[in-house]
């Protein structure tokens, strides 16, 4: 580990999904390496990236990923990235604390800005079925007690919120805080 700059996340959005848009997590590797970033994890096929970065904020390298993934791979991939402080606030402000122990059915959307006091009235009237959510800043948690596939409610999710997003199973959430907490050591 190098230890200079801070611990970054960054979450891909529709990538490695249904076959498409294939991405080998080596080259995504490479590809973070390449652009100067250091200490770079990456965890399962759908686009999770853990790195240390000298400069720069979350905005910025957002900014600066999206734009060198595009010309690299010829397709745009929204990406959310966070610092490690941010996956830390995340788990603990849990609002499903007892159902953390069931990685999948419960789930974090991150979210490219927090939704207004209207688009989570909209989305709230389309819950109801047995799932529930909270919007916490720009996390949207989802506990979906028959699991995310079989949730009709989990579809509707980003359509009525009109919010960007991306969604990570806790099981995910957990290893990621777990990997940035290790390349922050």
């Not at 080596?26 to 100067?36: M, N």
């Not at 996956?87 to 603990?92: G, T």
């Not at 609002?95 to 959307?109: G, I, K, N």
């Not at 919007?135 to 919010?163: C, E, M, Q």
Request: with cysteine.
């Amino acid at each position: 580990m190098s230890g200079k700059g801070a611990v970054f996340v960054a979450l891909f959005s529709g990538i490695n999904v249904g076959g498409n848009r294939i991405v080998k997590m080596a080259e995504l590797r490479s590809f973070f390496e390449e652009l100067g970033f250091s200490d770079v994890a990456s965890y399962v096929q759908s686009g999770n990236v853990v790195f240390r970065s000298g400069r720069g904020d979350a905005a910025g390298l957002t900014k600066r990923l999206e734009a060198a993934f595009e010309k690299q791979w010829g397709f745009h991939s929204r990406i959310m990235v966070r610092d490690a402080g941010w996956f830390e606030r995340l788990v603990k402000e849990n609002p499903y604390p007892e159902v953390s122990d069931d990685p999948t059915r419960l789930h974090a959307y991150v979210l490219e800005r927090e939704p207004t006091v209207e688009e989570v009235a909209r989305l709230a009237e389309k819950c109801a079925g047995p799932e529930r959510f909270e919007v916490k800043g720009d996390v949207l948690y989802l506990h979906a007690p028959d699991g995310l596939g079989k949730s009709v409610f989990a579809n509707l999710i980003s359509r009525t919120l009109k919010v960007p997003g991306t969604a990570r199973n806790w099981r995910s959430v957990l290893a990621l805080l777990e990997m940035a907490d290790k390349a922050s050591a």
